[in-house]
């Protein structure tokens, strides 16, 4: 149990278009989700906390109309990377508050060229 | 079956302890594994990252991969209160494939 997935695995995009990435918690219901962003061989670095119905916390440095976050319901929250440049390029990485704890998603890397 | 095996624990040790916490896992593909340190409402951070077989020391950490029983480990030296954490173990086949996580081991040091 406690399963969280991520859609999609790898994405490559052009300079100025956005990507959406989906975290689903697969078989429990989260009311909180989690999205981190990962540089090679670096630690996670938390982006912002989405709580369902209600607006995501960024932290600091965050840009929060460039990293849209969307928890619309118990078990999916995505995020969109608007107008992406090549410094977006990384390794997004969800993860959602269930029963027993916190459960990553496998991540998602995205290159934009 | 799970592709990474993780004992959730809690795993509870006195201070000055030699912690092992390890992970087992299914897909011999696995060449980069990774342990990261989770404190209580705080993002996972790397602790160490290794590529194939062998040993990796640093400081009091020291992370082994054996592949050939699919089995790693990272074992803490002269353990203190405030490695109390969440230690998780993540792999993946290379840097563009996605990370499989284990559980997490929740490690109490108690002084």
């Known amino acids: 149990g406690a399963v969280v997935s991520q859609h999609p695995s790898r994405v490559i995009c052009k300079s100025g278009t956005s990507v959406k990435i989906e975290c689903r918690s697969l078989?429990?219901?989260?009311?909180?989700m989690f999205w981190y962003r990962q540089f090679p061989k670096k630690s996670l670095m938390l982006m912002a906390t989405?709580?369902?119905?209600?607006?995501?916390?960024?932290e600091q440095g965050v840009e929060k109309d460039k990293f849209l976050i969307n928890h619309a319901s118990l078990t999916l929250s995505t995020l969109t990377v608007t107008s992406a440049h090549p410094e977006d390029s990384s390794f997004y990485i969800c993860?959602?508050?269930?029963?027993?704890?916190?459960?990553f998603g496998p991540g998602t890397r995205l290159t934009v060229t | 079956q799970k592709e990474v095996e993780q004992d959730p624990g809690p795993l509870s040790v006195p201070e000055g302890a030699i912690v092992s916490l390890n992970c087992t896992y299914s897909?011999?593909?696995?060449?980069?594994f990774m342990w990261y340190r989770q404190y209580s409402r705080k993002g996972p951070e790397l602790l160490m990252y290794?590529?194939s077989s062998g040993n990796k020391e640093d400081g009091r950490f020291t992370a082994q991969v054996d592949k050939s029983s699919k089995y790693i480990s990272l074992f803490i030296r002269d353990s203190q209160p405030s490695d109390s954490a969440t230690y998780l173990c993540?792999?993946?086949?290379?840097?563009?494939?996605?990370?499989?996580w284990g559980a997490g081991t929740k490690l109490i040091i108690k002084p």
């Open positions: 078989d429990f219901q989260a009311t909180t």
């Open positions: 989405s709580n369902e119905g209600s607006k995501a916390t960024y």
């Open positions: 993860s959602a508050r269930g029963p027993s704890g916190q459960y």
């Open positions: 290794t590529y």
């Open positions: 897909n011999s593909a696995f060449q980069y």
């Open positions: 993540a792999m993946n086949r290379d840097s563009n494939y996605q990370l499989i």
